[in-house]
Each structure stands twice: as C-alpha cells, then as structure tokens.
C-alpha cells in the first residue's frame, strides 16, 4: 500500500514538473513573440509615416497597415498571456486542477490552424498585387505554417498524453 502511494505521489511530481516545464517554454515563446512583433510595429509604422511625409502611391500601404493593426494586437494580448502563465501557482494548486488547466490550455487548436491555412490561401488569391512576384514565397511561408502546425500539433497531444498518465 505504501509503495502504490508513494507511486502516485511520483506520478503527480512528475506531472506538475512536466507542466511547469512545458509552460516556461511556452511563456519564453510568447517572449520572442512580443519582441519580434514589437520589431515589426516599429518597422511599420516607419513605413508609414515614410509613405506619409513622400506622398507616395497606395499601391502597397494596405500591407504596412495590416501588419501594424496585427502586431499591435498581438503585443497585449501576449503580454496577458505571459502574465497569467507567469502567475501560475504549481505548489497550492490540486494536481488534478493543474494537469486539467494545462489540458485545457495546450489543447491543440485546430480551428485556429484551419484559420491561418485560410487567410494563407485569400492572401495568394485575392491579393494579385502582393503575389504576383512572390508567389513561390507564400507557398513556402504556407507550407512551412502548415508544417509547423502539424508539429505543433503532434508535440501538444504528446504533452497532454504526457501528464495524462496519472
């Protein structure tokens, strides 16, 4: 009897460690995020105004824009992201509500997989003007998003077998 308790309590050690692990990486990813959209803001909105003081044609400001919108969206909401992972308490926490919140949370997202495939997809055939020269360059940037999607996948239900295991 003391063996199986002893067992179980490794069990669920292994399961809190699995997850702190897995949610440092993910909030040191969410770090290279903010930062990388932080550079593509600032180099937008330089554009911009660049665009702005040469009174240059519109031909490819409606680019500058959608990356400056997306960026400037995607820096709070990661910033949220970091903050509510970073104050996660893995030591007052039940281990059964624990491995159910990161279940939850690092469920694989499917819906949102399908949703960048599918603006992939309008960008290359609804924006003639972005590519006609780089059509060669969205295929790649479409299968290397869709490549990683996969992985992504695999490596997110492997977790959650993972700390499933109790």
């Known amino acids: 009897m003391i063996y199986n308790l002893n067992q179980a309590q490794e069990e669920e050690c292994m399961a809190v460690r699995r997850i702190r692990e897995q949610d440092q990486k993910q909030v040191h990813s969410f770090k290279v995020l903010v930062v990388y959209f932080s550079i593509i803001l600032l180099v937008k909105l330089i554009q911009?105004?660049?665009?702005?003081?040469?009174?240059?044609?519109?031909?490819?400001?409606w680019s500058h824009v959608a990356l400056s919108l997306l960026s400037a969206v995607a820096i709070p909401v990661l910033i949220v992201r970091i903050r509510r992972l970073s104050a996660t308490?893995?030591?007052?926490?039940?281990?059964?509500?624990?491995?159910?919140?990161?279940?939850?949370?690092?469920?694989?997202?499917v819906s949102t997989l399908l949703l960048v495939a599918g603006f992939m997809l309008l960008l290359l055939f609804f924006a003639p003007s972005?590519?006609?020269?780089?059509?060669?360059?969205?295929w790649g940037g479409f299968s290397g998003i869709m490549l990683g999607a996969?992985?992504?996948?695999?490596?997110?239900?492997?977790?959650?077998?993972?700390?499933?295991?109790?």
């Open 48 to 61: 911009l105004v660049s665009h702005w003081v040469n009174s240059s044609p519109i031909d490819s400001l």
């Open 89 to 109: 308490d893995y030591n007052s926490t039940p281990v059964a509500e624990l491995v159910e919140a990161a279940k939850r949370r690092y469920q694989p997202l």
């Open 130 to 138: 972005l590519s006609d020269g780089n059509r060669a360059f969205i």
């Open 150 to 166: 996969v992985i992504c996948y695999v490596e997110r239900r492997r977790f959650i077998r993972s700390i499933s295991n109790q």
